[in-house]
C-alpha cells in the first residue's frame, strides 16, 4: 500500500455492493452506470435501511446519499403490490433536487418497473394530477406542493412504507417545518423514516426526536481535524456546472501545464466518456478503471511513466495503492465522497518536499462538502474562477514567449539568419519577428482559441441569506469585511493584471518568510493590487520578505494596507475579483 500521509485508506477492504445484500435487479443498474463501490454513507446506510430502521444521517450532497436511501426503499418494495398510492415520499427543499432525486430513483429502479414521480410548486398541476391518477410507486416532492395534493385529494398516504426527509436543514431554512410536520401527520404510524441533514441544529435534532424511533445515526465526515504531517499540496476548487465540467477542466488543465496529472471520477462511465473528451482535446490520456485487467492497467501505468501518456483518468479503486513518481496534479473531476477519500487522493502528489496540485471541480450544489472537507483536514480550498478565454490567450502567450526565450539562449540560430536577412530587405525587422513569433505559436500549441468558449461562472446561493457563498457576484460593491482580530492587511501593488492569483502570494510569502500557508489570512486579488491578510505579528516580516522578492516576474510595492486606498472603486469589478475566506 501507498504510504498516506494524513489519514490511513479507510477502505483497504471495502465492502462491494455485493456485500450489501441488494437484489440482482439492483446490481445490475449500478454496474451498467459504472458505480464500482458503494460510498460510506451507502455501505453504513444500505444493510439497516434493509431492515427496516429508521435513520438519521448526517450528510452533505456528494456524499452519495441518494442511493444510500433510494437502494434500499426501491428493494423493500413488493414486487406483487396492489393499488396506485406511493408506497414512498421523499420531501427535498428545491425543485432541481426533486427532479435529481426522481431521476435517481428512475436509474436505479429501472429493472424493477418503480413508478416514479417528481412533483413541485411551478409546473402544471394538471400533468401531476393525471400521473398521480396513474398510479405511483415513489413521490419525490417540495413540501408545499405535497400538502396542496393531499388537500385535494391526489395525493393519498395511507400506503406509505418510507418517508425520506432529505436536506432536512435546508427545508427548515425554507419555512417549510409547518408543511412537513402536517404532511407526516397524514403519514401511517407505521413507518420507516429517513432524515438526511447536512447540519445538525437543535431543530433537526428535535423533529428527529419527534419523528424517528430508535434511528440508526449516520455522521459521515466527523468533524474532528486529522492528525499527521500534512501534504505539501495547493489545493484549489472552481464551481462549475455539470454540463461545463468537461470544458473546465481542459482549460484549467491548458492553464496549469501539469507535468502529468490524475483525474478521479466516480464512476467507469464518467471514465470512459472523459478520457474520450480529454484525448479529443489534444491530450495523452489513459483510462484506468476496475474492469480493467492488472495487464491493461500494467500498460497504462508504463506508458505514463515513461511519459508517452500525461493524464491518467480513474476511478478510485482503480487508482488504490498505485504511486506515480511524476505526477504533478491531482483533479477531483467531482467532489470526493468522504473527506477521507479526498485526503487519500491528494496525497498523491506534494511527495518529497516537492509541491503539489489538487483541483476540484465541484457543482454548486457540491459547495457544503468542500467545506466539510476544509474544516476535516483543517486545510484551506481556495475557490478559484476558471480560466477565462482571456486568461488562456494569456497563458498560451506566455508559453510561447518562454519557447522563444529558450530558444534564444540555448539554439544555434543561425542556419536561418539567411532568412531574416532576406526577408529584411523588404520588410521592419519588427514584422519579421511578428510573423515568425505567430507561427511558433500555432505550432507549438495547436488548436485555435479561436473555438474556446466562455465556461459560465456559477455562485453558490445559500438558502439562509440568498446570497452566493465562496465569492460574491459580478458587479457588487465590495462589503464592509470584518478582519479577525490580531491581524491586520498587507497591500501589493500589483493584482489580477499581472496574472497574481491567490496561490502566488501564499507560495511568495511561505516561501519568504516563516510565516506558514495557515497563518494567511483572506486574500483579495483586484485589477492592480491585492490585499493579504496576516497577523499582525508577523506584518513586517512578511512585508521585507515580499520586498525583497518579486511576484509573478515582477517587483512590486509592499506596504502596510492604509484602509483609505487611492482608487477604491477598481474593486468595483467584482467579476475580475478572488477573494479567500478566513474560515
Ligand atoms: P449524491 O450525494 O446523492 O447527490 O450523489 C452524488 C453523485 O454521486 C451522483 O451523481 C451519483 O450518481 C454518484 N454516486 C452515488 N453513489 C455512487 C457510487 N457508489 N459510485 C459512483 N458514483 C456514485
Redesign the pocket.
Known sequence: MSSTPVLPDPSTEPPAFTDLGLRPELLAA?AA???????PI?REAIPPLLTGRDLLGQ?A????????FALPLLQRMPDDRAGDDPLALVLVPTRELAV?VSE?FHRYGKDLGARVLPIYGGQPIGRQLRALDAGVDVVVATPGRALDHIARGTLRLGNLASVVLDEADEMLDMGFAEDIEAILEHAPEQRQTLLFSATMPARIDGMARAHLTDPVRILIAREQPVAGEAPRVRQSAYLVARAHKPAALGRVLDVESPTAAIVFC??REEVDRLTETMNGRGYRAEALHGGMSQEQRDRVMGRLRAGTADLLVATDVAARGLDVEQLSHVVNF?VP?APESYVHRIGRVGRAGREGVAITLAEPREHRMLKTIERVTGQRITIDKIPTVADLRTRRLELTQAALRESLLEDDLDPFRVIVESLSDEFDLMEVALAAVKLAHEATLPGSDEAEEEIPQVAVRSPRDGRPAGYEGRGERRPARPRSAGTTQVFIGVGRRAGVRPQDLVGAITGETGVRGRDIGSIEIADRFSLVEVPVAVADEVIAGLRGSTIKGRKATVRRDREERPGEGRFDGGDRRERRDRR
Do not use: F, I, N, V
Not at 452506470?33 to 460510498?39: A, S
Not at 450532497?61 to 444510500?68: I, Q, S, Y
Open positions: 449500478l452506470l459504472g458505480y464500482e463501490e458503494p460510498t451507502q450528510a450532497t456528494g456524499t452519495g446519499k441518494t442511493a444510500a435529481q435517481a466516480r464512476s467531482d465522497s
